[in-house]
């Protein structure tokens, strides 16, 4: 079950005085996802024989949102 919490302090925030995102947040640079392969978080479930999902989510500094994401998926055989 997937449960979401929201900050009643992000809710409904004015915009203002907020600078304008950065090329960086506007397209990622898939960083998530190589931080996920170069760690090797997902060598624990590569015996189980099953598809792994490996899923970098790209989170803007000022928005705080996410701007992009990257799905790989593993086959193991």
Do not use: W
Not at 49 to 71: L, M, N
């Amino acid at each position: 079950m997937l449960t979401r919490t929201v900050c009643p302090h992000t809710v409904n925030r004015p915009s203002v005085g907020m600078t304008p995102p950065t090329s960086l947040e506007i397209e990622p640079e898939g960083r998530a996802l190589q931080q996920i392969k170069d760690k090797a978080y997902a060598r624990p479930y590569l015996a189980l024989g099953q598809p792994i999902h490996q899923i970098g989510v790209a989170f803007s500094k000022v928005s705080r949102t996410v701007v992009g994401f990257e799905v790989e998926t593993l086959q193991i055989k």
